[in-house]
C-alpha cells in the first residue's frame, strides 16, 4: 500500500476512537461550565494538570522506546514489550502505594484538605492509566488501530456514561422521580461529592480498559532482559525530561495562574481559562490522531531511500490542515463559544492566540521525528527545558500583569520558540528538505484572512458566516496553488 495512503487510513482510524472520544468529552464541557460554577470547575482543570504530569513521570519514555527497540531485528518483540512493560507496573504500583500512604499531607498541600480522597482518587487514575500505556503502545506497534480504537471508545464511553449517570441522572431523579426511589439513591448518590464524581467516573473507566487490555498482556511470552532494560531507559530518560518540560511548557500556566493571582480570584480564573483552552484543544485532537499513527509510521519508513522527501511532504499536508482547522473556529467563534457556559465567554478572546500555539507544538513534533531516529533524545529533553525556561519567565512576569491573557501569549511564543530551535537544530543533523517559504506563506495567508474576518463582525449574521465559508475556501484554493501535489490528490478524489 502507498505509505500516505497507509498513514491517511491508520490516521483516521485513531482518529475515530481519539477524535470521537475527544469530541464526546468535549461535549462535556458546556455540561462542566454549567453545572460548576468557574471556581468549581478550576478544580477539575488543577486536577488533570496534575494527572498530565504524572503520567509523562510514570511512563518515562517507554511507548517510544518500545517502538524503536520492536523495530530492531535483534530483538525479540516479546521481550522488549514485557520488558517495558514489568518496569512501568512497578514503578506505577510504588506510586499508588506511596501517594494513598501520603495522601492527608499532599492534600493539605493542595489546599484540598477537606477533600483527601481527590488524592487517592488521583493516584489510582494515574497509576492505572500508566499500566495501560505500554499495552496500547504494543497495539500501536502491532499496526492494530481498530482494537486500540474499540477499547479506547469503551473506556470513553463509560465514563461519559457515568458522569452524566451523576450529574445528570442522579439530580434529576430526586427532584422528580417517585418517593421509592430515594432510598438506592441515597445509597450510590451524595450531591456533597459534586466534581469529585468527575474523577469516580474516570477511574471507573480506567479499571474497564485495563481489563479489556488484558488479552494484550497474557499473550505474551515473559522474558524480562536487565540489559535491555538500561538501553531502553537510556534512549527513554531524555523524552521523560522533555515530557516533563513539554508538561510544562502546556500546563504550567494553569498552576501559575491559582498561585500568582490573588487567591480570591484565582480559582475563577483558572476555570475559565480551561474551558476557553478546551475550545483551542480541537486542533490538539486533530494532532494527536495524527500521531498515534505518524510515529510508528515515521520510525518504518526512516530506513527507506526517499524518506526524507516523504517527511517534507508530509509536513506540507499537515500544515495545511491545521492552518484549515485554525481559519474554522476562529472564523465561527461566534457558534462555538456556546459550547461553553456564558460565565466563560469573557476568555474567548484568547481562543486564536492559543490555536495558533498549538498549531506551533504540532508543527514542533512532526519536526521531533529527527531526534528520535537518529537516537538523539536528549535534543528533545533541551528543547523542551528551553521551552519550559520561555514558559516559566513569561508566564511569572506577564500573568500578574494580564492574567490568563498573558498565560496564552507566553504559550504562543514558548511553542513558536522550540519548533524554530528544532527546525534549526535538525536540518544539522538530519536534514529533510522543508519547504520553510511555501509553510511561511501559507501561515501568513491564515493569519492574515483571519485578521481580514475580523473586519466582518458588523455585517449580519447571515452575511458574515457566507463571508467567512467564502474565506476558507479562498484558503483551500490558495494552498492547492502552493501545494502542487494537493490539486493531484483532489484530482484522484475526485475520479
Not at 475580523?454 to 476558507?472: D, K
Amino acid at each position: 500500500m502507498n505509505p500516505l495512503r497507509r498513514l491517511a487510513g491508520q490516521t483516521a482510524i485513531y482518529g475515530l476512537s481519539n477524535i470521537l472520544g475527544r469530541i464526546i468529552n468535549f461535549l462535556l464541557v458546556p455540561l462542566y461550565t454549567r453545572v460548576f460554577i468557574p471556581e468549581e470547575y478550576g478544580i477539575v482543570t488543577e486536577m488533570y494538570v496534575y494527572v498530565a504530569f504524572l503520567l509523562i513521570v510514570l511512563t518515562y519514555g517507554m511507548e517510544t522506546a518500545l517502538f524503536r527497540f520492536s523495530e530492531n531485528k535483534n530483538n525479540n518483540k516479546d521481550t522488549v514489550f514485557s520488558t517495558a512493560f514489568l518496569s512501568v507496573i512497578l514503578t506505577s504500583s510504588l506510586f499508588i502505594i506511596l501517594t494513598t500512604g501520603f495522601r492527608v499531607p499532599l492534600a493539605e498541600a493542595m489546599r484540598y484538605p477537606d477533600n483527601v480522597y481527590y488524592i487517592v482518587l488521583l493516584a489510582f487514575i494515574v497509576g492505572l492509566d500508566a499500566i495501560a500505556a505500554i499495552p496500547y503502545a504494543r497495539l500501536r506497534a502491532q499496526n492494530r488501530p481498530w482494537r486500540f480504537a474499540v477499547t479506547r471508545l469503551t473506556g470513553i464511553i463509560v465514563n461519559i456514561g457515568l458522569v452524566l449517570f451523576f450529574l445528570v441522572l442522579c439530580p434529576w431523579l430526586i427532584e422528580n422521580g417517585p418517593e421509592a426511589l430515594m432510598p438506592l439513591l441515597d445509597k450510590v448518590y451524595n450531591d456533597q461529592i459534586g466534581v469529585g464524581y468527575v474523577f469516580i467516573a474516570n477511574l471507573a473507566a480506567t479499571v474497564i480498559t485495563l481489563l479489556m487490555l488484558t488479552p494484550v498482556m497474557i499473550r505474551v511470552k515473559w522474558n524480562v532482559d536487565p540489559f535491555l532494560l538500561r538501553q531502553m531507559l537510556i534512549y527513554a530518560l531524555p523524552l521523560l525530561v522533555a515530557g516533563m518540560a513539554g508538561w510544562a511548557n502546556e500546563a504550567l500556566d494553569k498552576l501559575l495562574l491559582k498561585y500568582l493571582l490573588p487567591e480570591d480570584i484565582a480559582m475563577e480564573q483558572l476555570g475559565i481559562y480551561g474551558a476557553v483552552y478546551k475550545l483551542s484543544m480541537l486542533m490538539t485532537i486533530f494532532v494527536q490522531a495524527y500521531r498515534f499513527a505518524a510515529e510508528p509510521f515515521f520510525f518504518a519508513q526512516a530506513s527507506q531511500k526517499n524518506a526524507r522527501e516523504l517527511f517534507a511532504q508530509i509536513m506540507n499536508y499537515f500544515v495545511i490542515g491545521l492552518l484549515s482547522l485554525f481559519l474554522v473556529i476562529t472564523l465561527f467563534i461566534d457558534v462555538i463559544k456556546h459550547f461553553i457556559g456564558p460565565k466563560f465567554h469573557e476568555g474567548i478572546t484568547i481562543v486564536p492566540v492559543l490555536l495558533l500555539a498549538n498549531f506551533f507544538l504540532g508543527v514542533y513534533w512532526n519536526l521531533s521525528i529527527w531526534y528520535k531516529i537518529r537516537a538523539k533524545t536528549h535534543y528533545g529533553a533541551w528543547f523542551a527545558i528551553i521551552g519550559a525556561c520561555i514558559t516559566l519567565g513569561l508566564n511569572i512576569w506577564w500573568i500578574p500583569l494580564f492574567g490568563y491573557q498573558g498565560a496564552a501569549w507566553a504559550t504562543l511564543v514558548c511553542y513558536f520558540s522550540i519548533a524554530l530551535l528544532s527546525y534549526l537544530t535538525g536540518q544539522k543533523h538530519y536534514k529533510i528538505p522543508y519547504n520553510i517559504s511555501r509553510i511561511g506563506l501559507l501561515i501568513t495567508i491564515a493569519i492574515g484572512i483571519h485578521l481580514l474576518s475580523i473586519l466582518t463582525g458588523n455585517l449580519p449574521a447571515i452575511w458574515m458566516y457566507f463571508v467567512h465559508i467564502a474565506l476558507v475556501a479562498i484558503f483551500l484554493l490558495a494552498a492547492s496553488f502552493i501545494e502542487p501535489s494537493l490539486r493531484s490528490i483532489i484530482q484522484q478524489v475526485r475520479r
